[in-house]
């Protein structure tokens, strides 16, 4: 149960964040606190809270808004897992967290994979207290592919141990993304879906790749509704 200052220090960090642009959506909060309520319930019951768990937001069709979905949700699990969060855009190219804090198109993700830089060097706080981002990088959606993948679960078990969790904005899951490529790196998935282009075959494509992947299905967001 927070106390009544951590209460007001959410208050003051949320305040900073609006004034900065970068606060979370207010008329969502609720649905996104219990989003990340079911999320850190899921890491408890499949035994991902003795390390780092890693959750990914991604889409069937672009501008379904995981980006936003990722955002919101690393925000929320500050509150409600009360440990740091670090939010990993490598939704390459597109930029969208980045560009709301400022620092767009900086060394990140793209980068420590091919080993050009070091973890300290290229996340950035947040004015919202416990929340880090790691920005893509430089690299763009079509030679993100050839990035070395690989690499990503021992460059996590070895950068991200300061964090208790890890939400990763992903691109849309296509073969011509890097989504399938990060997905087998992490604990579990979460899938956004626009509201007015719920596509039942699409979805259910979605559900094998997955398996396929051997990646577990942490839940579905209904987007602008």
Request: with cysteine.
């Amino acid at each position: 149960m927070p106390t009544e200052n951590a209460t007001e220090s959410d208050v003051r960090d949320r305040q900073r964040a609006k004034r900065m642009g970068v606060a979370p959506s207010s008329s969502l909060r609720r649905h996104f606190l219990s989003l990340a309520r079911q999320t850190t319930q899921w890491a408890k019951s499949n035994g991902s809270v003795s390390r780092p768990c890693s959750i990914g937001v991604t889409s069937m069709t672009r501008g379904a808004g995981n980006s936003t979905v990722a955002y919101n949700l690393a925000v929320a699990m500050t509150s409600v897992a009360r440990s740091k969060v670090l939010l990993v855009e490598s939704n390459f190219g597109r930029h969208f967290i980045t560009r709301r804090l400022g620092n767009a198109r900086q060394h990140g993700l793209s980068e420590l994979l091919t080993g050009i830089t070091e973890m300290e060097k290229v996340v950035t706080q947040t004015p919202i207290r416990d929340l880090d981002v790691l920005g893509c990088g430089q690299v763009d959606e079509h030679i993100s592919l050839e990035l070395p993948f690989d690499e990503l679960p021992a460059m996590m078990n070895r950068s991200f141990i300061d964090y208790g969790y890890t939400v990763f904005d992903l691109p849309m899951a296509s073969n011509l993304t890097a989504c399938h490529s990060i997905a087998p790196s992490l604990d579990g998935i979460i899938l956004t879906v626009e509201a007015n282009h719920i596509d039942q075959k699409l979805i259910t494509r979605f559900r094998k790749s997955m398996q396929s992947l051997g990646v577990p299905i942490v839940g579905m967001v209904i987007n602008k509704q």
